[in-house]
Each structure stands twice: as structure tokens, then as C-alpha cells.
């Protein structure tokens, strides 16, 4: 008898924090993962050894998402590789703090060219590519809910993201495929705590009413679950993982 292929998901920006913990969840669940990534080849072939070594199937593509050719061609590696692909999981991020008056042009354009131009870039090809019955997940971010100062280009870029969540979620009408976004709140990664004293960080902890910062853990088993059959009912809709910060 033979053995059915594994599901496929693609994880943009997968090589750490957040999108690695991902990698790692889906894998376990019985993914093949494709682990995409722009610089971090290193991280990223890394991380697919290890899925590798302990029975899963993993590659690793480079593809800048905020340029159309990268993507398409980030598509056909991973269906050559793995097979087609049933879930797309848009963690590729970039984050700048600055207040708007002093945000320069070439941060704006770094953020909306990954943040929101690489989400639209993946979506446009999904749409016509990703497996019928498929899943698609969107990182979004809690800060659209807390407006802080020195964020506001963050939160604009990640604003279209959940316009772009919910209008897909119908678009798709017909082929069964899920459109969701996960929005975390503070998650203890390199990219949280860069440019952050250690007084700044614990008091972020205690911002929710459970008094610590998240883990990528507690998002990838969000991103798990929207993944899952389990989740299959759960459509166009923003879930805000954060602890209660919001």
C-alpha cells in the first residue's frame, strides 16, 4: 500500500524566532515544511536538517517576498521539492521604531515592500496555486489594538495585512480555503528585544494580565491549530494572541 504524501506548508521568514518555532510545530503535526528565508541561509538549512534528521521532510528556498519574481519562483522550488502546497503561513517581518516625523523614506519602503507588499506578492500566487481544502495564516501584530508612539509604520504596514486577511478569506469562496491572521502580542524574540533595555522588556511582561511576555510557542500552536482540521470553521478572522494585553 502506498504511503500518502504529507501536507505541505510554506513558512515565510522561517528560519528563526517566531516563523523557526512554526517550522517546528507544523513539522511535528506531519508537515513537510518549506522554510523560506532572505538572508539567514545558515538558520534556515539548519533548521531543515534538524526537521530532516528526526523523519520529517523539510527544504530550505531563499525568496525575497517583497519582489513578485522571488515568490513565483519560491512557489515552483518548493512544489519541485515537496509537492504542491496546502498551507501558507506569511511571518516574513520587518520592524523600524521611529515617530513619523522623523521616519525616513527608505524605512517606509522597507517596511511596506516586506511587511505588506511580500503578503500581497505570496496571496496573489496562492490564489491561484495553493491546494483546494488549504490554509493561509497571516502575521499581524497586537500593537495595531495599542497604538504606541514610534510603532506607527509597523501598525500601518500590518493594518493592511488584516484587510487583506479578511477580503481574501472571500475572494476564496469556493474552494474551501481557510484565510485567518494570528496577531501576537510582545513575544520574547531577538526581534522584540533589539533596541530594548531590560527595564523596557519586563515592563512589556507585565502589560498583560498574565504577567509574561509570550513564547513562539504560544504562536505556533495558534498557527497549529488554524492549520489543523480543527480549524477548519474559523475564517477571515484576526485572533490576537497576547496574553489579554488587548
Same mark, same amino acid.
Given at each position: 500500500? #502506498?504511503? *500518502?504524501?504529507?501536507?505541505?506548508?510554506?513558512?515565510?521568514?522561517?528560519?528563526?524566532?517566531?516563523?523557526?518555532?512554526?517550522?517546528?510545530?507544523?513539522?511535528?503535526?506531519?508537515?513537510?515544511?518549506?522554510? #523560506?528565508?532572505?538572508?539567514?541561509?545558515?538558520?534556515? &538549512?539548519?533548521?531543515?536538517?534538524?526537521?530532516? /534528521?528526526?523523519?520529517?521532510?523539510?527544504?530550505?528556498?531563499?525568496?525575497?517576498?517583497?519582489?513578485?519574481? =522571488?515568490? $513565483?519562483?519560491?512557489?515552483?522550488?518548493? &512544489?519541485?521539492?515537496?509537492?504542491?502546497?496546502? !498551507?501558507?503561513?506569511?511571518?516574513?517581518?520587518?520592524?523600524?521604531?521611529?515617530?513619523?516625523?522623523?521616519?525616513?523614506?527608505? /524605512?517606509? =519602503?522597507?517596511?511596506?515592500?516586506? #511587511?505588506?507588499?511580500?503578503?500581497?506578492?505570496?496571496? $496573489?500566487?496562492?490564489?491561484?496555486?495553493?491546494?483546494?481544502?488549504?490554509?493561509?495564516?497571516?502575521?499581524?501584530?497586537?500593537?495595531?489594538?495599542?497604538?504606541?508612539?514610534?510603532?506607527?509604520?509597523?501598525?500601518?504596514?500590518?493594518?493592511?495585512?488584516?484587510?487583506?486577511? $479578511?477580503?481574501?478569506?472571500?475572494?476564496?469562496?469556493?474552494?474551501?480555503?481557510?484565510?485567518?491572521? !494570528?496577531?501576537?502580542?510582545? !513575544?520574547?524574540?531577538?526581534?522584540?528585544?533589539?533596541?530594548?533595555?531590560? &527595564?523596557?522588556?519586563?515592563?512589556?511582561?507585565?502589560? *498583560?494580565?498574565?504577567?509574561?511576555?509570550?513564547? *513562539? &510557542?504560544?504562536?505556533?500552536?495558534?498557527?497549529?491549530?488554524?492549520?489543523?482540521?480543527?480549524?477548519?470553521?474559523?475564517?477571515?478572522?484576526?485572533?490576537?494572541?497576547?496574553?489579554?494585553?488587548?
Amino acid at each position: 500500500m #502506498n504511503t *500518502p504524501s504529507p501536507r505541505v506548508a510554506l513558512i515565510t521568514g522561517g528560519s528563526r524566532g517566531i516563523g523557526a518555532a512554526i517550522v517546528r510545530r507544523l513539522a511535528a503535526d506531519g508537515f513537510a515544511v518549506a522554510i #523560506n528565508y532572505a538572508s539567514s541561509a545558515a538558520d534556515a &538549512e539548519a533548521l531543515a536538517a534538524e526537521i530532516r /534528521q528526526a523523519g520529517g521532510r523539510a527544504t530550505a528556498v531563499r525568496a525575497d517576498v517583497s519582489k513578485a519574481a =522571488d515568490v $513565483r519562483a519560491m512557489f515552483d522550488q518548493v &512544489e519541485a521539492d515537496l509537492g504542491r502546497i496546502d !498551507v501558507l503561513v506569511n511571518n516574513a517581518g520587518v520592524l523600524t521604531l521611529q515617530t513619523l516625523a522623523d521616519t525616513t523614506d527608505e /524605512q517606509y =519602503d522597507q517596511t511596506f515592500d516586506i #511587511n505588506t507588499r511580500g503578503t500581497f506578492n505570496t496571496l $496573489r500566487v496562492a490564489g491561484t496555486r495553493l491546494a483546494d481544502g488549504g490554509r493561509i495564516v497571516n502575521i499581524s501584530s497586537t500593537t495595531l489594538a495599542l497604538n504606541m508612539p514610534t510603532y506607527g509604520l509597523y501598525i500601518a504596514s500590518k493594518a493592511a495585512v488584516e484587510s487583506f486577511t $479578511r477580503v481574501f478569506a472571500k475572494e476564496l469562496r469556493g474552494r474551501h480555503i481557510t484565510v485567518n491572521a !494570528v496577531a501576537p502580542g510582545p !513575544v520574547a524574540t531577538d526581534l522584540f528585544r533589539k533596541g530594548k533595555s531590560p &527595564e523596557l522588556i519586563e515592563h512589556f511582561a507585565k502589560m *498583560p494580565p498574565l504577567e509574561r511576555l509570550g513564547q *513562539p &510557542e504560544d504562536i505556533s500552536g495558534v498557527v497549529s491549530f488554524l492549520a489543523s482540521q480543527d480549524g477548519g470553521w474559523i475564517n477571515g478572522q484576526v485572533l490576537r494572541a497576547n496574553g489579554g494585553i488587548a
